[in-house]
C-alpha cells in the first residue's frame, strides 16, 4: 500500500544533527552495542570516552579526575549518543529510527495512533516523511480532515460512515473528533466540519460516545469535539444534529479548565450550569472541585446560576468542603460571598475549618478563623493537621505523651497523606507516616495510594520517601488496575513536561521493581505503554 509514499525521499533524506549523522537506515540495536561499548570505555578511565559524556549537562564542567569517578550507567551513555545525534534524550532518538525504519502499512497505523493519543510532533514527522497518507488510509484522511478523500471513499462504500476499524477500531465520527491534528494546525478544519456533516447525514449518531470508558462513564463525541479536536465548528454541527449539550461531561470538563469562550458557547447552544456530573450526579460546581481549583470555571458556573451550596449526599460534602481541603483563599472566598455555608459539617461531622487543618491547608484555615469558622479539634485530628503541616518535632511529641492515637487513626484521615504525596511534601509525608498511617493503604473511592499520587504528579522526593519508608510497587488502583508506574507515565503523557520530573519518577519505581505488565481496555494505552518502554529501554 505504502509503496508511492517510500518514494518520498527515503535514501535522500539529510537529518542535521550535532556530531553525528544517522545513517539513512538506522539500527537502533547497533547504537545500543555502542552504548555499552563506550560506557565500557568509560568505566574503564578512557580519556576519549570520558569526554564524549561532558555533552550532558550534569558533566559538562565536572574535572577530568571527578569525571572518571562518576558512576556511569548505560542511560548516560544511552543519552550521550543521542545528543551526539542531535536527540535530547534516547526515547526521542529511538522514535525517530522508527519512523525512518517503518515499513508498509506500520507508518499507517504508527501515524493515526499518533493523531489519536496527543502526540501531534510523531504526527508530524511521519507525515513529513509520508506526505501521501491520506491518500492510501481512510483513517489518515479522517484525522487529517481530508474531505476529499472521504467522500470518494464513502460515495464508493456509504456503509463506511458507521463501520469500526482503524487502529483504534473505531467508527469513523470517533476519529474526527479525537484528532490532535486540528490543534497542531496539521488537519485542514473544513474539511473535519464537512466530514462529521457527511457521517451525520448517512446516519451517524450524534449521541455516539467512545468505547473506553473515563472514571466510570463513556465520553460522548461532544466533548472529544470540543476538548481533543478542539473545534467549535465540529461542535457546533453535533449540537446542531441533536447533541445534548447538558450530557454531564462537556461543560464540567470545561469548567473544571476555566475555559471560558467554550463554556460561553456551549451555554449559547442550552447548556446548564446546574448539570449533574455524569458519573455520580454530583452537582457541576462540587464535581470539578474534586480535581480541580480553576478559579474562573467556578466564577463562570455561579455567575450562571449554579448553586454555590449544593449537597453531594452520600457524603454530606458541599463545594466548600471540597475547597477547603484543597483550594486556595481566593476559591474559598468566592464561595463564601455567593452564599456558601461556611460552618456546614459533612456526614462524617467534619466542618471546612477542620478539613483544611488536617490537610496542611493552613492559608485557609486561617480565613476560616478569622470568619468566625473555627472550632475545637479532637486529639487524633490535632495530630493529622500537626502532621500535615510537617512538623515532625511535634507529632513526636504528641505521640510520646499520648501513644494510643497510632490506634484511632481513620480512614478518612488519609486524604492528608494523598495531598501531600501529589504536592510533593515531603516533611508532611514523613510526619503523617510517622502517625502510624499505611504508605499501602488505597482510598475508597478509586484504592490509590500515596504512590499513585506521588507517581501522577512526577514528585520525584515524595516517591523516594514513601519507597524507602516501605511503599509497594504492585499495589494497583480499583478503577484502572494499575500499578503507580503506569501513573508515572500516564502523568508524564497529560502534562507533556510542563511540570514534575515523570521520568525519574518512572526510573525510581523500576529500580523498586515494578512491574510493567499492564493492559487496560478503557481507553486508549498504547502511548503510556510506550512511555514505560522508553523508560525500560534507557535503564538496559
Known amino acids: 500500500m505504502l509503496a508511492s509514499l517510500r518514494t518520498a525521499g527515503l535514501c535522500m533524506e539529510v537529518v542535521v544533527m550535532t556530531h553525528r549523522i544517522l545513517p539513512d537506515r538506522p539500527d537502533i540495536d547497533q547504537l545500543k552495542r555502542q552504548a555499552k561499548e563506550l560506557k565500557r570505555l568509560a568505566t574503564g578511565g578512557d580519556p576519549a570516552a570520558l569526554e564524549r559524556f561532558r555533552i550532558l549537562p550534569a558533566f559538562a564542567h565536572l574535572p577530568m579526575d571527578a569525571l572518571a569517578g562518576v558512576s556511569l550507567a548505560l542511560h548516560d551513555a544511552q543519552s550521550v549518543m543521542a545528543r551526539e545525534h542531535g536527540f535530547p534524550s534516547w526515547k526521542a532518538l529511538a522514535e525517530r529510527i522508527e519512523e525512518l525504519t517503518l515499513q508498509g502499512d506500520e507508518a499507517v497505523v504508527a501515524f493515526v495512533e499518533a493523531a489519536t493519543d496527543g502526540r501531534s510532533g510523531r504526527a508530524r514527522r511521519l507525515l513529513e516523511r509520508y506526505p501521501d497518507l491520506s491518500r492510501v488510509s481512510f483513517h489518515a484522511a479522517l484525522v487529517l480532515g481530508d474531505a476529499a478523500r472521504v467522500e470518494a471513499l464513502l460515495a464508493e462504500n456509504p456503509r463506511l460512515a458507521q463501520e469500526q476499524g482503524g487502529p483504534r477500531d473505531w467508527r469513523p465520527l470517533h476519529y474526527i473528533c479525537h484528532t490532535a491534528l486540528h490543534a497542531a494546525g496539521l488537519a485542514d478544519p473544513d474539511g473535519l466540519v464537512a466530514i462529521a456533516r457527511r457521517l451525520l447525514a448517512l446516519g451517524e449518531d450524534v449521541q455516539l460516545r467512545f468505547p473506553w470508558k473515563h472514571h466510570g462513564v463513556h465520553r460522548p463525541v461532544l466533548w472529544g469535539a470540543m476538548l481533543v ?27 473544571s479548565a476555566g475555559d471560558i469562550a467554550k463554556l460561553d458557547f456551549l451555554h449559547a447552544h442550552g447548556a446548564s450550569a446546574n448539570q449533574r456530573w455524569a458519573t455520580d450526579g454530583a452537582a457541576t460546581l462540587y464535581a470539578i472541585l474534586q480535581w480541580s481549583n480553576a478559579i474562573d470555571g467556578v466564577r463562570w458556573l455561579l455567575d450562571h446560576g449554579a448553586d454555590p451550596d449544593p449537597v453531594f449526599e452520600p457524603n454530606g460534602e458541599s463545594p466548600m468542603h471540597a475547597a477547603a481541603t484543597r483550594g486556595d483563599v481566593a476559591l474559598v472566598e468566592l464561595l463564601a460571598a455567593r452564599g456558601a455555608d461556611l460552618s456546614r459539617r459533612r456526614a462524617d461531622g467534619y466542618s471546612p475549618y477542620a478539613l483544611a487543618a488536617m490537610n496542611g491547608n493552613r492559608a485557609v484555615a486561617e480565613w476560616l478563623a478569622l470568619h468566625g469558622a473555627s472550632e475545637a479539634l479532637e486529639l487524633v ?10 512538623d515532625r518535632v511535634a507529632v513526636d511529641a504528641m505521640l510520646a505523651g499520648h501513644p494510643a492515637l497510632r490506634t484511632q487513626i481513620r480512614p478518612d484521615h488519609y486524604a492528608a497523606l494523598y495531598r501531600a504525596a501529589e504536592q510533593g511534601d515531603a516533611d508532611a509525608i514523613d510526619a503523617l507516616l510517622a502517625c502510624g498511617l499505611d504508605p499501602d493503604r488505597g482510598d475508597e473511592e478509586i484504592g ?28 494497583r488502583d480499583l478503577e484502572f488496575h494499575a500499578q503507580p508506574l503506569v501513573w508515572a507515565a500516564e502523568g508524564s503523557r497529560m502534562s507533556e513536561g510542563r511540570c514534575g520530573d515523570h521520568e525519574a519518577v518512572g526510573r525510581l519505581l523500576l529500580d523498586a521493581g515494578s512491574p510493567v505488565e499492564w493492559r487496560s481496555d478503557q481507553e486508549p494505552s498504547d502511548a503510556v505503554l510506550e512511555i514505560i518502554d522508553a523508560w525500560r529501554r534507557e535503564r538496559r
Open 381 to 390: 485530628d490535632q495530630l493529622i493537621a500537626t502532621a500535615s503541616r510537617g
Open 448 to 475: 490509590k495510594t500515596a504512590l499513585h499520587c506521588a507517581a501522577m504528579s512526577g514528585q520525584v522526593e515524595a516517591a523516594r520517601l514513601l519507597l524507602a519508608r516501605g511503599a509497594s510497587t504492585a499495589v
Open 229 to 255: 479536536t478542539g473545534s467549535l465548528p465540529v461542535a457546533e454541527v453535533l449540537l446542531e444534529a441533536g447533541a445534548d449539550p447538558d450530557d454531564g461531561v462537556t461543560l464540567p470538563i470545561l469548567a
